[in-house]
């Protein structure tokens, strides 16, 4: 059964830092392309990155508000995705995903929900003075 357990919650300062970390067990990584997802509080979920399956050379994509910012890396070895995220504000706060989204077809991941078929629980990012 594929598990995803995401790591790294914590509270920073505006200007902080924090790294996440997304565990796969189970199964290989090589297969999905794999997103960030957050949830704010009073809103809808919103893709944060995504990078391609298998592509030892993938660039990030990044969604607009968090691009500069964040820096999203995977480690096929260790079956594990991380987020770095810099340079925080109040508004990255919010409850964070990763998700898998299984590759049948070439095509470049995506920020839409519906790709993805394996869902972390979350892990909470608070951003405050």
């Known amino acids: 059964q594929v598990q995803l357990v995401e790591s790294g919650e914590g509270l920073v300062q505006p200007g902080g830092s924090l790294r996440l970390s997304c565990a796969a067990s189970e199964f290989s990584l090589d297969y999905y392309h794999i997103g960030w997802f957050r949830r704010a509080p009073g809103k809808e979920r919103e893709g944060v990155s995504c990078?391609?399956?298998?592509?030892?050379?993938?660039?990030?994509t990044y969604a607009p508000s968090v691009k500069g910012r964040f820096t999203m890396s995977r480690d096929n070895a260790k079956n594990t995705v991380y987020l770095q995220m810099n340079n925080l504000t109040p508004g990255d706060a919010g409850l964070y995903f990763c998700?898998?989204?299984?590759?049948?077809?070439?095509?470049?991941?995506?920020?839409?929900?519906?790709?993805?078929?394996?869902w972390g629980q979350g892990t909470q990012v608070d951003v405050s003075s």
């Open positions: 990078i391609n399956a298998r592509d030892r050379e993938a660039i990030p």
């Open positions: 998700a898998l989204d299984r590759v049948y077809a070439v095509r470049p991941c995506a920020f839409t929900e519906s790709m993805y078929d394996h």
